[in-house]
């Protein structure tokens, strides 16, 4: 008799880095940390689930190693709400998401076009990775509307934030789909989360569950996992044999409520310099 060997997939996460130079607790060796370790356990891909820089312009120090990882690996990242503060726009932070050549993007051509689409997959030996954006937000003229540059977060008279959007929902149904019947894997990750069991939850949460079982009753075993960000906390759940992981932030711990001020002028924090090639 023979013996069947199951599909395995090793890979590295983190979620929240949260890196801006003097704001945060975060440093360049933190990353080094990370790159060292995936290295050292030979993972085959690396993921982060979202507010992995608060100055994607500003912090070429960190961008460019976890895209440009001596193991040459795919790096998959998602936004979070945190991405567009520093006058950072979708065009400037988009394209820093991911390194895979092979991205499929949530646009009419699955190019990256402008940025503005944030959403997109990446299929990894039989494993298909899908990276949403959970920074859409329904506004009082009657319409979706991604979280706006400059902003920690959506406008302040908006309601279902960290939602998905009409557009994305759809995307993500005919993908989950288009999965189960190519036999794909499935990964999904997020910043927000779509457990409903935990500190924070997308508004799209029961929506997105009800997809994952649709995929999984065309094929079992579709979408094996769903991980996110954002809350600072670790937690795992497992619903409907469908693996939910929320991955705690790197180094900033329980993040404040709203109207309290995270840091004050004496948090201040030294960083490691960077120097191109390094």
């Given amino acids: 008799e023979g013996i069947i060997m199951?599909?395995?997939?090793?890979?590295s996460l983190f979620a929240d880095?949260?890196?801006k130079k003097k704001m945060y607790a975060v440093t360049y060796s933190?990353?080094?940390?990370?790159?060292e370790r995936a290295e050292k356990e030979q993972v085959e891909a690396i993921f982060h689930a979202g507010d992995f820089s608060n100055d994607y312009n500003g912090s070429k120090e960190v961008i460019l190693p976890l895209l440009n990882n001596k193991m040459g690996v795919p790096v998959c990242g998602v936004y979070g709400n945190h991405e567009l503060e520093c006058g950072n726009t979708m065009n400037d932070v988009t394209k820093f998401l991911t390194n895979a050549e092979n991205a499929v993007w949530g646009t009419k051509d699955g190019k990256i076009g402008d940025g503005s689409i944030a959403y997109y997959y990446v299929d990894i030996?039989?494993?298909r990775i899908i990276c949403t954006d959970t920074n859409h937000s329904f506004n009082k003229e009657g319409f979706w509307e991604h979280n706006r540059t400059g902003s920690w977060g959506a406008p302040g008279e908006n309601i279902l934030v960290n939602s998905l959007g009409t557009e994305q929902l759809n995307w993500l149904e005919e993908g989950l789909i288009k999965s189960a019947k190519e036999g794909k894997r499935c990964i999904v990750i997020s910043h927000d989360s779509f457990s409903g069991k935990f500190r924070s939850t997308s508004p799209d949460a029961a929506r997105v569950r009800n997809l994952f079982a649709c995929a999984n009753s065309i094929k079992k075993?579709?979408?094996l996992m769903a991980i996110n960000g954002h809350i600072h906390t670790n937690n795992a759940e497992v619903i409907d044999n469908v693996l939910y992981l929320d991955m705690n932030t790197t180094r900033n711990s329980w993040w404040q409520l709203?109207?309290?001020?995270?840091?004050g002028e004496e948090h201040t924090y030294t960083y490691t310099e960077y120097e191109d090639g390094q």
Avoid at 6 to 11: D, G, R, S
Avoid at 30 to 35: G, K, M, P, Q, S
Avoid at 258 to 263: L, N
């Fill in 258 to 263: 709203h109207g309290i001020e995270h840091y």
């Fill in 221 to 223: 075993g579709t979408v």
């Fill in 125 to 127: 030996k039989n494993f």
């Fill in 30 to 35: 933190d990353l080094v940390e990370i790159l």
């Fill in 6 to 11: 199951a599909e395995t997939f090793k890979f």
């Fill in 17 to 19: 880095f949260h890196y």
